[in-house]
C-alpha cells in the first residue's frame, strides 16, 4: 500500500515578499493584498501575479516573459529639498539637523539612507571636522557613505593669490572700481571673476589710461603711475594668462552632466598642463602666456619677474597636494570610463571592496572576464559614450555585480554645482516682496526653477482643451436636462 504525501499548505510556509525583487524582477505586492494577508506578487510589467512569493517564481516569470526587457537605469542631478538651519551652524546642530530632519525627509521620499553613497562638503571645519565635524558624525550613522570635498571649490582654492601678486589684483580691482564703490566687478568667491576683469583690463589699458589723465578723483595719480609701471603691468598680463587657464578649467568642471569620474579625469588633465606651463615660463618660451608675450614684445624694458616662475611652482604643487588622494581609489573611477582597460586581478578588486565591503570578488572578476571579452559591448562603448553602454547595454541579471559598481560610480556627483546654482535662483525668488515666503513654499518653487524635466506642453494644452470640451458639454446637458423638468412641470 503506497503512503499519500500530505497536502501542501502554502500558507504555513510564512514566504515573504523581498524588496530587491522589485529592482531584479520588477514585482511589487499591492498594498491592499499586503493588508489583506494574501501576499501575492504582481508583475509591474504584465500585471499578472505568481500563487507563491518564491524567487525562482517571480524570476522564471521575468525570464519567460520579459527577457526582451532590459533595465534601463538613468542619472540626473536634481534637487530633492532643503531642510532649514535656524540659529547656529556648528557640526553638532548640523548633525541633529540632517540626522533627524534627514531621517525624516528620507522616510517621506521613500529613500533609505544607508544607500547614499557620497556626501560633497565645501570644506568647511563644521563639515569636515575629525571629531565634531559633519562628515565624521554622519560615519557613525553610515558607515558605507564616503566625503569628498567639493572639487571645484578645491581647484579654486589652489589658485588663492598671495604677496606681491594679491597686491597687483588688489591695485586693479581698484582701478576698475574707482568711481563706482559698490561695483562688484570682482569678487574672491565668484570662481570665474578674476580672468573676466584681468581680460578686459589687459584689452582696455590704452582707454583706462586715457580716462584717468582727464578725470580729477583724488587717487587718479596713484592709479596712473601703476598703469605706466612696466613691472606692474607685466604682473597682470601674467595673471591674465593663467587666470584664463584656470578659468577653462573651472568651465570644464561645471554642469550637471558631469560626474565624478569626469571631473578627476579633467584634473589629472590640467595638472599635466601645469607642468608644462612651469616650463615654458622657466624657458621664456611663453607659447602657453599669450598676454604676457605680446606685452614683452612690445615693451622692450620688461621680462618675466621671478615672483611668476614661484607662483607657478607653487601651483603645480598645491594641485598635486589637494588631489593626491581621494576617498575613492582612482581605478576604480576610471573603471566607468572605460572598463576595457583595468585589469582583473586581485589588486583591482581590493580597491572595489574599499567602497564596497560586501561585493562579490568572485563574481565581479568573471563578469569583468566576460565583458573585457566581449567585442560587441566594447562597439557599443566607443559609439555611446559610458552612460547610455552601462544604462541600456550591461543587463542586470546577466552582470548585477558589476552593475552595482557601475550605478555606485555613476551616482557620484563631484562637486556641489547644482546647490550653487540654487543660490543663485534663491536670491531672484526670495525677495522683500516675498517676506512670507514659507521654507515648503521656497523649496517647491526651487525645484521648479531647477528641474531639467520639460513637460509636453502641446499634448497637456491637447488634453486641456479635451477637458474643456467635455465640462461645456456636460453643462449644455444639465440645462437641456434642466429645462425639459421645467417644461414638464
Not at 172 to 186: F, K
Not at 280 to 287: E, V
Not at 303 to 331: A, C, H, W, Y
Not at 440 to 448: A, F
Request: aromatic share 10%; charged share 20%; proline share 3%.
Amino acid at each position: 500500500m503506497a503512503l499519500s504525501k500530505p497536502n501542501r499548505k502554502v500558507d504555513r510556509e510564512n514566504r515573504k515578499f523581498q524588496s530587491e525583487w522589485t529592482e531584479k524582477y520588477l514585482f511589487t505586492v499591492p498594498t491592499m493584498a499586503s493588508k489583506r494577508g494574501t501576499n501575492r506578487p504582481v508583475c509591474l510589467l504584465c500585471n499578472e501575479s505568481v500563487a507563491v512569493a518564491k524567487e525562482y517564481n517571480v524570476k522564471r516569470h521575468f525570464t519567460t516573459k520579459h527577457s526582451f526587457f532590459s533595465m534601463c537605469v538613468c542619472f540626473c542631478k536634481e534637487l530633492l529639498g532643503l531642510i532649514p538651519l535656524e540659529g547656529h551652524t556648528t557640526g553638532e546642530v548640523l548633525f541633529q539637523m540632517s540626522h533627524f530632519s534627514g531621517v525624516l525627509f528620507f522616510s517621506e521620499h521613500k529613500l533609505d539612507l544607508q544607500k547614499v553613497c557620497l556626501l560633497i562638503t565645501d570644506g568647511a571645519p563644521v563639515m569636515l571636522g575629525r571629531v565634531q565635524g559633519l562628515a565624521a558624525r554622519l560615519s557613525a550613522v553610515a558607515p558605507q557613505m564616503q566625503f569628498l570635498h567639493c572639487i571645484i571649490h578645491e581647484s579654486v582654492l589652489c589658485t588663492k593669490l598671495c604677496g606681491e601678486l594679491k597686491n597687483t589684483m588688489d591695485k586693479v580691482t581698484s582701478i576698475t572700481s574707482a568711481e563706482h564703490a559698490d561695483l562688484l566687478a570682482y569678487c574672491d568667491v565668484r570662481w570665474l571673476s578674476k580672468g573676466k576683469v584681468l581680460d578686459c583690463f589687459c584689452d582696455l589699458r590704452s582707454e583706462i589710461i586715457s580716462f584717468l589723465r582727464t578725470c580729477k578723483h583724488k587717487r587718479v595719480a596713484h592709479f596712473l603711475e601703476h598703469m605706466l609701471d612696466e613691472q606692474f603691468m607685466t604682473q597682470v598680463h601674467f595673471l591674465c594668462d593663467i587666470f584664463e587657464h584656470l578659468n577653462s578649467l573651472n568651465s570644464e568642471l561645471q554642469g550637471r552632466e558631469k560626474f565624478i569620474a569626469d571631473l578627476v579625469e579633467r584634473l589629472c588633465a590640467f595638472k599635466t598642463k601645469l607642468n608644462v606651463f612651469v616650463s615654458d615660463i622657466t624657458t621664456n618660451k611663453l607659447m602657453h602666456f599669450t598676454h604676457l608675450r605680446t606685452f614683452l614684445s612690445s615693451t622692450p624694458g620688461a621680462q618675466v619677474m621671478p615672483t611668476m616662475i614661484e607662483f607657478m611652482t607653487k601651483l603645480t604643487e598645491n594641485f598635486s597636494d589637494r588631489f593626491q588622494g581621494f576617498s575613492l581609489p582612482m581605478e576604480v573611477m576610471q573603471f566607468t570610463r572605460y572598463p576595457f582597460s583595468i585589469n582583473h586581478d586581485s589588486n583591482f578588486i581590493a580597491e572595489v571592496k574599499e567602497p564596497m565591503p560586501n561585493i562579490d570578488e568572485s563574481a565581479l572578476q568573471l563578469e569583468m572576464i566576460d565583458i573585457q571579452s566581449s567585442l560587441a559591448l566594447k562597439l557599443h562603448l566607443q559609439s555611446e559614450g559610458p552612460i547610455n553602454f552601462w544604462c541600456n547595454h550591461i543587463s542586470q541579471t546577466k552582470y548585477p555585480t558589476i552593475k552595482k559598481v557601475s550605478v555606485l560610480i555613476l551616482t557620484m556627483f563631484g562637486s556641489t554645482y547644482t546647490c550653487e546654482s540654487s543660490f543663485s535662483h534663491m536670491n531672484v525668488i526670495k525677495i522683500k516682496a516675498r517676506c512670507c515666503l514659507s521654507n515648503e513654499k521656497l523649496s517647491q518653487r526651487l525645484r521648479i526653477a531647477l528641474t531639467t524635466y520639460e513637460p509636453d506642453y502641446v499634448k497637456k494644452s491637447k488634453s486641456c482643451v479635451y477637458v474643456s470640451v467635455f465640462a461645456v458639454l456636460h453643462f449644455v446637458v444639465g440645462l437641456i436636462n434642466k429645462y425639459k423638468l421645467n417644461v414638464l412641470k
